[in-house]
């Protein structure tokens, strides 16, 4: 009679499992093709994709005297860099995530609003609305010969532009304390968006404006925090206790005091920890301040770009010391199409403490040799990372013709769980 009633117990365990596989398998197909509508309007019940990449558009148009060679559009290497940031937005159509962190300096050189459309936009447009940017140096500073336009470009391409009483565009002349006066006028930018806040002060005279673009969301699981690194423009430069600064490290820390998520993620531009063996000064350094928040506060990871190259550190903690315990990973990934550079393991500009072979003894996988994106999948607990290339850069004649770095981790938790 048990074996009996065993058998009738696993028989219908049995059944309800091929219920649920059934149930799943419909749901999901459901989910794909619900009134017929493909990614990414569909919802695929399955732990959330993030796709990360930054250093992406090629500026469009003729070089400009003075210019660094190989970074336009035209030019000798116009069709690798056209080919190189149409690969990797191809890389991110395939994958179909759910949301894309971009990691700053989106358009070369310094992120005009026409260069935005005539480059960036015509690739990396297609799925713009699924986009999370953050800024980088070529949306705010002087770049190779080109003069600045202090993010007006980058907020006025992701937030809109404001207009005149006539329907027209409303413009400025942009100006700020490094750049000068910009040539070209630009847009002037909704006050809020998809890139954050943006504030006109002396009644937008003359381009004066204040690009905060800083802002947090959940995706799943995770509580995501894009931040600007670019100070050296804003009110107080890069100091921590700078007007413009100190209040982006304000708006941090309250924002982790609020945050409960088990996994927390955090990306801007220049990183603190550099696989180029060259850290931006002073934007690498000052996101020390950075570090030290979201390590108090538990924080899982960081992404950045600036180096053109990809690069995966072990655990860290802000001053560079391995923590398997705590530490936060730091990824780089500034392959979105722009000219690659080199991973240097030797010297000592790999970290502000000045660590000899910093990045021998901490850098867990590396490549400058591949255009490519960051597929992150975060499930509740933890997150699996998946770099793959997507096309080998033509320079590189010898070695593999493919990329790829997998791996999995577990979360260590927020430091104020509820």
Same mark, same amino acid.
């Given at each position: 009679?048990?074996?009996?009633?065993?058998?009738?117990?696993?028989?219908?365990?049995?059944?309800?499992?091929?219920?649920?596989?059934?149930?799943?398998?419909?749901?999901?197909?459901?989910?794909?093709?619900?009134?017929?509508?493909?990614?990414?309007?569909?919802?695929?019940?399955?732990?959330?994709?993030?796709?990360?990449?930054?250093?992406?558009?090629?500026?469009?148009g003729t070089e400009p005297s003075g210019e660094k060679a190989g970074e336009n559009c035209s030019g000798d290497t116009a069709q690798n860099l056209n080919q190189s940031q149409a690969a990797t937005a191809q890389q991110i159509e395939n994958m179909q995530p759910d949301l894309v962190a971009i990691l700053g300096d989106e358009q070369y050189q310094v992120g005009n609003y026409s260069d935005f459309e005539n480059s960036f936009d015509l690739t990396y447009g297609a799925f713009k609305f699924i986009q999370r940017p953050a800024p980088g140096n070529h949306e705010f500073y002087n770049e190779h010969g080109a003069i600045g336009v202090a993010g007006y470009g980058y907020f006025s391409y992701y937030n809109g532009f404001q207009h005149n009483a006539d329907g027209s565009m409303m413009t400025t002349t942009v100006s700020n304390s490094l750049n000068g006066t910009s040539p070209t006028p630009q847009p002037v930018p909704r006050a809020d968006g998809q890139a954050g806040h943006f504030e006109e002060v002396?009644?937008?005279?003359?381009?004066?404006? /204040?690009?905060? *673009?800083?802002? %947090?969301?959940?995706? !799943?699981?995770?509580?995501?925090?894009?931040? &600007?690194? +670019?100070?050296? @423009?804003q009110p107080g430069g890069c100091s921590t206790t700078g007007s413009w600064f100190a209040s982006e490290l304000a708006w941090l820390k309250k924002d982790l005091e609020a945050n409960h998520s088990q996994c927390t993620l955090a990306y801007w531009h220049q990183p603190t920890f550099s696989a180029a063996n060259s850290i931006a000064v002073p934007e690498g350094p000052t996101a020390v301040a950075f570090w030290d928040l979201l390590y108090q506060y538990g924080a899982d990871l960081v992404l950045n770009g600036h180096d053109h190259l990809y690069a995966r550190y072990r655990p860290l903690?802000?001053?560079?010391?391995?923590?398997?315990?705590?530490?936060?990973?730091?990824?780089?990934?500034?392959?979105?199409?722009?000219?690659?550079?080199?991973? /240097?393991?030797? *010297?000592?500009? %790999?970290?502000?403490? !000045?660590?000899?072979?910093?990045?021998?003894? &901490?850098? +867990?996988?590396? @490549?400058?040799e591949f255009w490519g994106v960051m597929k992150l999948t975060l499930n509740p607990n933890g997150y699996a990372w998946d770099y793959e290339s997507a096309l080998k850069d033509p320079a590189q004649t010898t070695g593999p013709s493919k990329y790829s770095d997998k791996g999995v981790a577990a979360c260590h938790g927020p430091s104020n769980r509820w």
């Open positions: 009679m048990k074996m009996t009633q065993d058998r009738f117990r696993v028989a219908l365990l049995m059944g309800a499992a091929a219920s649920v596989l059934a149930f799943a398998a419909g749901a999901s197909a459901q989910n794909q093709n619900s009134n017929g509508n493909p990614w990414p309007y569909n919802k695929v019940q399955r732990s959330p994709v993030l796709a990360a990449v930054g250093d992406v558009a090629c500026q469009p002396n009644n937008g005279l003359n381009g004066d404006g /204040v690009g905060d *673009g800083w802002y %947090s969301y959940n995706l !799943g699981s995770w509580h995501l925090i894009s931040l &600007n690194i +670019e100070c050296e @423009t903690d802000p001053n560079g010391n391995s923590d398997p315990r705590k530490g936060i990973r730091e990824f780089i990934i500034g392959t979105g199409g722009e000219t690659l550079d080199t991973v /240097v393991t030797t *010297g000592t500009s %790999s970290d502000p403490g !000045g660590h000899a072979n910093f990045n021998a003894e &901490n850098l +867990e996988a590396s @490549t400058g």
